[in-house]
């Protein structure tokens, strides 16, 4: 009942994430059959490569205890710069002869000088930010906590953190999670197997306190000594196991090993030992941090060793060691933590606000103050979202994007991308002339050049086709592939591509009219107003995202079916006249979810009314009852 109500209480996210996700790359919405010589996309989520990607290494969760076991952060200085042997191999090299080595084989050596070689460092992975740390004393008190604790608790505690440490391992243990990912339900909407040491994160702790509990609950304190000493020797042996590891670890990751490799078949025997030289001097840096990290948690396990040795031998009360192992605890997580987040991540409103400071191409974009949007050829469009400070824009980063769109960045916008970046490093004057007709359809009425915070140049787009139009003619095509692949052979501005199955919402022939005109009105995001006026039916083209699951079209305040036009955008027909055209995103999903929310919270708060009263009762009871 309390799980039933745990997951209805939050119904209207869940099945608002639920009912989007049918939409995008994570729920296997896979409409061309064209992959590039790439693996065939899932028909139910995301392909295996790509949902077990951010996989732990074997060896990796025992970060949980000894946090730098791999390096710690891709992002974070680890090893000072006056201390790294890293660091220290590339000055001996020399700028002079870094910046020879990348123009001659594409390596730029500082990019490689992240202590982090963990399983997380495959091609197309940023790594960590940091390890998921819950702190030696409490890792040693959980291990204790499975000698202490009854066998009720014990056994599903034991067994759910070693089967999620398994998941965690992802791609390193294919046999698994292999399975898991085709049957597992949702497993496949989802990339990063690490994620799952939430779990441990969660049990460990709360194994910690059931031992601790154990001790503060017996009063012949001594009995426990026998599997106190079993505690100490499984901890041992962890650290064994650790001191093998760490004279048995390679220190190189999967994209160390391929440089390493690349750099040997080039026969460069100066080249390779420059390399080798570096990734040497990594190793040691690598190798310092796992070490001093092993030292460091066994001298907190040390502290906790004496003070429940001196508990159990009646030497000292629990609360001393209560208080004594939670000031440990403290000290041992606040000071590791700090490493990662202090100071350094808070920013002032004025520091922060001056990475956002207008440029003259800026001042002369907003002076415009119609609808458009604007696209940046600077670096990857698609996994920025400054661009989107000022503008509305046809990029933006999202992790779950509509398969649509995300078939029409790898098709199309890429390749527009290109061949505008080429002409900007040649031609800069005939930018405006290069043929991007999905640009054009998609109202990129700007093209920028923004490297970081700063916007560097912008050219107006004088070939948009506008917020919306009315066409000439209508090309069926019978699938997913022959719509996009028309996108290049037909002109859009006067033809709208659209599958055959829509051919049901079209039901009336239109004809060209000269003075027929459409416009947006007013655009509130959730709620999208035009007005039209034809003297014949027509068919509108709107430079919207289709979105089968909520948006809603009504015309004069009936609701019309929308076509999918031009493989991503809205259409519709209308009939002669005046009219007004609303656009209202109404997804199922949220209004369901809401209301499964609000009553599920109010039976929440019912049944927590409940328990206080039962509470109070139950007391009041045997207060009445020791009395008498």
Same mark, same amino acid.
């Given at each position: 009942?309390?799980?039933?109500?745990?997951?209805?209480?939050?119904?209207?996210?869940?099945?608002?994430?639920?009912?989007?996700?049918?939409?995008?790359?994570?729920?296997?919405?896979?409409?061309?059959?064209?992959?590039?010589?790439?693996?065939?996309?899932?028909?139910?989520?995301?392909?295996?490569?790509?949902?077990?990607?951010?996989?732990?290494?074997?060896?990796?969760?025992?970060?949980?205890?000894?946090?730098?076991?791999?390096?710690?952060?891709?992002?974070?200085?680890?090893?000072?710069?006056?201390?790294?042997?890293?660091?220290?191999?590339?000055?001996?090299?020399?700028?002079?002869?870094?910046?020879?080595?990348?123009?001659?084989?594409?390596?730029?050596?500082?990019?490689?000088?992240?202590?982090?070689?963990?399983?997380?460092?495959?091609?197309?992975?940023?790594?960590?930010?940091?390890?998921?740390?819950?702190?030696?004393?409490?890792?040693?008190?959980?291990?204790?906590?499975?000698?202490?604790?009854?066998?009720?608790?014990?056994?599903?505690?034991?067994?759910?953190?070693?089967?999620?440490?398994?998941?965690?391992?992802?791609?390193?243990?294919?046999?698994?999670?292999?399975?898991?990912?085709?049957?597992?339900?949702?497993?496949?909407?989802?990339?990063?197997?690490?994620?799952?040491?939430?779990?441990?994160?969660?049990?460990?702790?709360?194994?910690?306190?059931?031992?601790?509990?154990?001790?503060?609950?017996?009063? !012949? +304190? &001594? #009995? =426990? %000594?026998? @599997?106190?000493?079993?505690?100490?020797?499984?901890?041992? *042996?962890?650290? /064994?196991?650790?001191?093998?590891?760490?004279?048995?670890?390679?220190?190189?990751?999967?994209?160390?090993?391929?440089?390493?490799?690349?750099?040997?078949?080039?026969?460069?025997?100066?080249?390779?030992?420059?390399?080798?030289?570096?990734?040497?001097?990594?190793?040691? !840096? +690598? &190798? #310092? =941090? %796992?070490? @001093?990290?092993?030292?460091?948690?066994?001298?907190?396990? *040390?502290?906790? /060793?004496?003070?429940?040795?001196?508990?159990?031998?009646?030497?000292?009360?629990?609360?001393?060691?209560?208080?004594?192992?939670?000031?440990?605890?403290?000290?041992?997580?606040?000071?590791?933590?700090?490493?990662?987040?202090?100071?350094?991540?808070?920013?002032?409103?004025?520091?922060?606000?001056?990475?956002?400071?207008?440029?003259?191409?800026?001042?002369?974009?907003?002076?415009?103050?119609?609808?458009?949007?604007?696209?940046?050829?600077?670096?990857?469009?698609?996994?920025?979202?400054?661009?989107?400070?000022?503008?509305?824009?046809?990029?933006?980063?999202?992790?779950?994007?509509?398969?649509?769109?995300?078939?029409?960045?790898?098709?199309?916008?890429?390749?527009?991308?290109?061949?505008?970046?080429?002409?900007?490093?040649?031609?800069?004057?005939?930018?405006?002339?290069?043929?991007?007709?999905?640009?054009?359809?998609?109202?990129?009425?700007?093209?920028?050049?923004?490297?970081?915070?700063?916007?560097?140049?912008?050219?107006?787009?004088?070939?948009?086709?506008?917020?919306?139009?009315?066409?000439?003619?209508?090309?069926?095509?019978?699938?997913?592939?022959?719509?996009?692949?028309?996108?290049?052979?037909?002109?859009?501005?006067?033809?709208?591509?659209?599958?055959?199955?829509?051919?049901?919402?079209?039901?009336?022939?239109?004809?060209?009219?000269?003075?027929?005109?459409?416009?947006?009105?007013?655009?509130?995001?959730?709620?999208?107003?035009?007005?039209?006026?034809?003297?014949?039916?027509?068919?509108?083209?709107?430079?919207?995202?289709?979105?089968?699951?909520?948006?809603?079209?009504?015309?004069?305040?009936?609701?019309?079916?929308?076509?999918?036009?031009?493989?991503?955008?809205?259409?519709?027909?209308?009939?002669?006249?005046?009219?007004?055209?609303?656009?209202?995103?109404?997804?199922?999903?949220?209004?369901?979810?809401?209301?499964?929310?609000?009553?599920?919270?109010?039976?929440?708060?019912?049944?927590?009314?409940?328990?206080?009263?039962?509470?109070?009762?139950?007391?009041?009871?045997?207060?009445?009852?020791?009395?008498?």
């Amino acid at each position: 009942v309390a799980g039933f109500t745990g997951v209805l209480t939050n119904a209207v996210s869940l099945l608002s994430t639920y009912e989007y996700q049918k939409e995008t790359i994570r729920g296997g919405n896979a409409a061309l059959s064209d992959t590039n010589g790439e693996a065939p996309k899932s028909s139910t989520g995301l392909n295996k490569d790509y949902a077990l990607s951010y996989s732990m290494n074997i060896a990796e969760p025992f970060v949980l205890m000894v946090p730098r076991i791999y390096g710690g952060s891709s992002d974070k200085e680890e090893v000072s710069q006056e201390k790294s042997k890293g660091v220290e191999a590339l000055q001996q090299l020399g700028q002079q002869n870094i910046e020879a080595l990348a123009q001659q084989t594409g390596i730029y050596l500082p990019n490689y000088l992240s202590t982090y070689w963990g399983g997380m460092t495959k091609p197309g992975e940023v790594g960590t930010s940091g390890p998921p740390y819950i702190g030696a004393i409490i890792c040693f008190l959980a291990i204790l906590g499975f000698f202490f604790v009854d066998k009720k608790y014990k056994w599903w505690i034991l067994a759910a953190t070693c089967f999620t440490i398994m998941m965690s391992w992802g791609s390193y243990f294919d046999g698994l999670n292999g399975l898991l990912y085709k049957y597992l339900p949702l497993y496949n909407k989802f990339r990063a197997p690490s994620m799952i040491l939430v779990i441990p994160q969660l049990l460990l702790p709360l194994m910690a306190v059931l031992g601790l509990n154990k001790i503060f609950n017996t009063k !012949d +304190r &001594k #009995s =426990l %000594l026998p @599997a106190f000493k079993k505690g100490l020797m499984t901890t041992g *042996a962890i650290f /064994v196991v650790l001191f093998l590891i760490y004279m048995m670890f390679e220190y190189l990751s999967p994209t160390d090993k391929e440089i390493l490799k690349s750099v040997r078949g080039s026969n460069n025997a100066q080249l390779l030992q420059a390399v080798t030289g570096f990734f040497d001097g990594l190793k040691e !840096d +690598r &190798k #310092s =941090l %796992l070490l @001093a990290d092993i030292f460091r948690s066994l001298s907190f396990i *040390a502290v906790a /060793v004496i003070m429940i040795f001196l508990t159990l031998r009646n030497s000292i009360k629990p609360y001393v060691m209560g208080i004594g192992l939670t000031l440990f605890v403290l000290i041992d997580l606040i000071s590791f933590d700090m490493k990662y987040f202090n100071s350094d991540n808070y920013q002032d409103k004025i520091e922060n606000e001056a990475n956002f400071i207008k440029t003259k191409f800026d001042d002369e974009i907003l002076k415009d103050s119609s609808f458009f949007r604007v696209f940046n050829l600077g670096g990857n469009p698609f996994s920025e979202n400054i661009s989107s400070y000022y503008y509305n824009s046809v990029g933006g980063y999202h992790p779950a994007k509509l398969s649509i769109y995300q078939d029409l960045i790898e098709k199309k916008l890429s390749q527009e991308q290109s061949s505008l970046l080429q002409v900007l490093q040649t031609k800069p004057e005939e930018i405006t002339t290069v043929h991007a007709p999905v640009l054009n359809m998609l109202n990129a009425k700007y093209f920028i050049y923004k490297a970081g915070m700063e916007t560097k140049g912008e050219w107006r787009n004088n070939a948009i086709l506008g917020n919306c139009w009315f066409v000439k003619n209508i090309k069926y095509v019978k699938d997913a592939d022959e719509e996009m692949n028309a996108l290049d052979s037909v002109n859009l501005k006067d033809t709208a591509v659209i599958r055959e199955s829509f051919k049901t919402s079209i039901p009336d022939a239109f004809q060209p009219d000269s003075s027929a005109s459409i416009q947006l009105l007013k655009n509130d995001n959730d709620v999208v107003t035009y007005a039209s006026k034809s003297a014949t039916n027509q068919f509108a083209v709107f430079s919207e995202i289709y979105y089968p699951r909520g948006w809603k079209a009504y015309v004069d305040q009936k609701e019309t079916p929308i076509v999918k036009v031009n493989y991503v955008l809205r259409g519709l027909s209308l009939s002669p006249g005046k009219h007004e055209i609303k656009f209202e995103f109404k997804p199922q999903g949220y209004y369901t979810g809401r209301k499964l929310t609000s009553i599920f919270s109010v039976i929440l708060l019912l049944l927590l009314a409940a328990g206080f009263f039962m509470e109070w009762r139950n007391r009041n009871q045997s207060s009445l009852a020791n009395r008498a």
